[in-house]
């Protein structure tokens, strides 16, 4: 059997999103800058991509910008929002400490150039409240960023009352919403959400395709310098393939939200029960403010990287955690976040479901993963001394 269960590394193309990239390669490629007819078509296109999307996320199309991923909507928001800050004197900026590295990489940039940076703590079952946010905002605050759901743990942040609250005190909110947009449903203005980030390689559309929706009045801070595209906010010849795969991506993936939830939750908690059979495992983030797709599990006394490999032996994709971090060998920062132990953090698994998964995949990876779960800690050392009484038990 193969069965990839990392749709939060990445996702496997739709045939709807594969699809309506072809007509942008093949015969309307022209440039959207250019005056005649095929440069038109696909400022048209363009255009059209621009109000799908908006409408998916309940915004104007004007508040709408392409981009290359999520990564650089992410960057975008940050200095903006950083540019915007420093205008007014206010250079105190408020996050999380499990932030995808996105947005922690570019904190640690804003703190070389003079900002100071709050990451609020997780709790354990990886959630931040909304009078954490309030009691963290100052009167220099410029920016609270908070992600809507984690790419690890799967925890869904409270994003609607974390943007009440910023909102009533007058404070820039953004969430990187990359897990959560195509999985949950998610809408700016009810949500209270003044920029977010998206990416479309998340919910079964292209790589290097992403969305900064920024609300009208909040001005842009270029990342990319050049020519005039995105109204002057994003330089370089758009991607249209992309972003008409990403468009359509999106609506599919939105229209589908509620009429897939239930099978995939059910295969979620088949999953979770399955596996936390085996002794001394737990799992990590809130069981049920978590994305319908997502399992992430500790064992005590084995190492994620062996586990991994044992289980790709077994024709089944899986991760330790971020994609970013597996090849280091330190632990996720997203689990000593929510307080586990270097030791336990570093024996976890993330199975991170798409749609199409069957009750019969699920068992395959519950008996695979306890048979490997077995074999590891038959050999390790760390093992025998938590047996033999000479090690605590963390979990
Ligand atoms: C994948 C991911 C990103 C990065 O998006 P890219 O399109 O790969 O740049 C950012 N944030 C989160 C939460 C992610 O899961």
């Not at 984690?150 to 009440?164: D, K, L, S, V, W």
Request: charged share 25%; hydrophobic share 40%; proline share 4%.
């Amino acid at each position: 059997m193969q069965i990839y269960v990392d749709n939060a590394a990445t996702t496997k193309m739709s045939d709807v999103a594969i699809n309506a990239m072809i007509p942008y390669m093949k015969e309307c490629y022209g440039n959207p800058s250019s005056l005649y007819t095929i440069g038109q078509k696909a400022m048209e296109a363009l255009t059209d991509a621009r109000e799908r999307v908006a409408k998916v996320l309940g915004c104007e199309p004007r508040e709408i910008l392409f981009t290359s991923g999520g990564s650089e909507a992410d960057n975008q928001a940050l200095m903006s929002a950083a540019a915007l800050g420093e205008k007014n004197g206010k250079k105190h900026i408020i996050s999380t400490a499990f932030e995808h590295h996105a947005i922690l990489h570019t904190l640690k940039k804003l703190e070389k150039m003079g900002f100071e940076v709050e990451l609020l703590d997780v709790h354990e079952n990886g959630l931040v409240t909304p009078e954490q946010v309030a009691a963290a905002i100052r009167p220099d605050t410029c920016l609270v960023t908070i992600m809507y759901a984690n790419n690890e743990i799967g925890t869904i942040q409270p994003i609607r009352e974390i943007g009440a609250v910023c909102r009533e005190k007058k404070v820039l909110f953004h969430t990187d919403a990359v897990q959560a947009v195509g999985h949950i449903p998610v809408n700016v203005k009810d949500d209270n959400i003044d920029m977010l980030s998206l990416s479309a390689h998340k919910f079964h559309g292209p790589k290097g395709c992403g969305v900064l929706y920024f609300r009208k009045g909040i001005r842009l801070t270029n990342i990319i310098e050049g020519g005039a595209q995105e109204r002057g906010k994003r330089a370089g010849t758009e991607n249209v393939p992309g972003i008409m795969s990403m468009t359509a991506a999106l609506e599919d993936a939105v229209a589908h939200i509620d009429t897939n939830k239930d099978h995939l939750l059910a295969m979620r908690d088949r999953l979770i029960d399955g596996i936390l059979e085996i002794p001394h495992s737990i799992l990590n983030g809130d069981r049920t403010s978590r994305l319908p797709g997502n399992v992430n599990i500790c064992f005590e006394g084995i190492e994620g990287e062996s586990l991994l490999l044992l289980l790709d032996d077994k024709g089944i994709s899986a991760s330790s955690g971020s994609a970013c971090t597996s090849g280091s060998l330190d632990p996720s920062h997203v689990l000593l976040a929510i307080g586990r132990p270097h030791e336990v953090a570093h024996g976890s698994l993330r199975l991170s479901l798409s749609d199409d998964i069957t009750a019969e995949e699920v068992d395959y990876i519950i008996a695979s993963v306890k048979e490997v779960v077995e074999l590891l800690r038959g050999i390790s050392p760390v093992w025998r001394d938590l047996m033999a009484g000479k090690k605590e038990f963390h979990i």
